[in-house]
């Protein structure tokens, strides 16, 4: 599934940069993001994980040059430690509420990071969602409405 997730993911993504300009937040990222879709607090800790990353490394880049291959290399590893942190302790309980806080993979959130920092907040969680969306519903048409959590 995860293989059909990114494919789809990565030919949507294609079609929407082409038609719209716009990047759905990493050439992989929907086709992560779709799997997930029916836990909407890990998608949501990935993309407070990606903004906190892009903060980070805009506070770095005030002390140091970061363009180019630099700021996505350097998204990906911030993203990569914050993500390995909410591996640490991947689950909150909260008044008899477990919550999961891990993020979605290691490498999403430097890549919404670095699309963020390149298209801002907005444009890059909006087409992220729609793209995710687009490729569950596909998954679910291709598998007969059958979808493994």
Known sequence: MLIEAVGVGMF???????TVGLAAGGI????YIA????DPVQVLITILAGMITYAIVHALSRRMIIYGRRLLIISILVGYIIAYVTRIAPMITIESISINVATIGFVIPGLIAYWISRQ???PTVCAMLIVASLVRLILIILHSGVILP
């Open 12 to 18: 949507l993504s294609l079609i929407l940069t082409e």
């Open 28 to 31: 992989v990222v929907p086709g």
């Open 35 to 38: 799997l997930v879709l029916h």
């Open 120 to 122: 801002g907040i907005v």
